[in-house]
């Protein structure tokens, strides 16, 4: 598919089919994310397949808000950084989520459906450490956000879009 048609027609898919992802595709899509830029070429990303039902029940259990769906994708990814890795923490979550669009991208190149799922604020320290423990994350790894993936079984209706006008300013605002 054409990079900018990709770009365009990419929307948020909450309900998949069964069917599994085959693991040439999800290396595919973690290709993609690494391929990212990232602050002083640091790569700090770290990307954690999970595929278990009773690991997604224990996150959607942990993260119930706009995510029950997870449980019902052949894959998540939970997107994180190592710390141990960073060269500015003022850059840890834009890092990740360069690589986050990559993956988004990837997968709907590939015919997949998937959706970001968010909210791990530190406003909420609870859920980043009933996540860590799901995922048995080491201290130094920090989760940013999920990707729920799988063939899609829906199709979004369309979106309301800002107007260009809104949102370019040329030269100053
Ligand atoms: C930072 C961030 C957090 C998000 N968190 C969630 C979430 O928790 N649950 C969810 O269903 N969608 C989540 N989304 C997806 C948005 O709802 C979605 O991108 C938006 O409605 C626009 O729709 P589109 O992706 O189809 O263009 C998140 C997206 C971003 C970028």
């Not at 994180?80 to 991208?105: F, G, Q, T, W």
């Amino acid at each position: 598919m054409d990079a900018l048609k990709c770009i365009n027609t990419r929307r948020s898919i909450r309900k998949y089919k069964a069917r599994k992802i085959p693991a040439d595709i999800v290396k595919k899509l973690i290709v993609a994310g690494m391929n990212a830029p990232s602050s002083f070429n640091s790569q700090p990303w770290v990307f954690i397949t999970v595929t278990k039902k009773d690991t997604m029940n224990k996150i959607a259990s942990v993260k119930s808000q706009r995510s029950q769906f997870l449980k019902t994708a052949p894959l998540l990814i939970a997107c994180c950084y190592d710390e141990s890795r960073s060269k500015s923490p003022a850059h840890d979550l834009e890092n990740v989520a360069v690589a986050v669009e990559n993956i988004l991208l990837a997968a709907h190149a590939l015919g997949l459906g998937a959706c970001y799922i968010g909210g791990f604020d530190p406003k909420f320290p609870d859920i980043e450490k009933s996540m860590s423990k799901a995922l048995k994350l080491p201290k130094k790894i920090k989760i940013v956000c999920l990707i729920s993936l799988g063939y899609p079984d829906e199709s979004p209706k369309s979106k309301t879009m800002r107007k260009i006008s809104e949102v370019l300013r040329k030269e100053h605002y």
